[in-house]
């Protein structure tokens, strides 16, 4: 079986800890359990435990995680494997770290895409 190996490399302003704002998310639909990797076009992690993703289309999908990621919030940036043309619940995603090249760090599981209105700024 062939593995499809997707990075997603987010690398936004300095790597430094700092407290953000997660924007507000207010619920669009019902949550769904896969998105088609086809269709994912950018992320953005905004803390240990939550992911946006965002789709063609124009549709956002905010992904809390069941346990909080160690170092995903400072590090921002992740891969997943996948053996199929989808990014699931039941899948897992590694941190990517950075400091003299890119090594993996911590692994934690996805939870429930749901699909989201972004509050505006």
């Known amino acids: ?52 993703f965002y789709t063609s289309g124009g549709k956002v999908y905010r992904n809390t995680l069941p346990n909080s990621c160690p170092s995903l919030g400072f590090e921002e940036k992740f891969a997943y494997t996948t053996s199929t043309s989808q990014l699931c619940n039941v899948d897992i995603i590694t941190v990517l770290q950075s400091g003299g090249g890119l090594s993996r760090g911590a692994s934690c599981g996805l939870g429930m895409f749901q699909p989201v209105q972004l509050a505006k700024k």
Request: with cysteine; proline share 6%.
């Open 1 to 52: 079986m062939n593995k499809l190996l997707l990075a997603t490399a987010l690398i936004a302003g300095a790597a430094e800890a700092r407290p953000r704002d997660i924007p507000v998310a207010t619920p669009d639909g019902k949550a769904v359990s896969c998105l088609q990797t086809t269709r994912i076009r950018e992320t953005r992690v905004r803390s240990d435990s939550v992911i946006d």
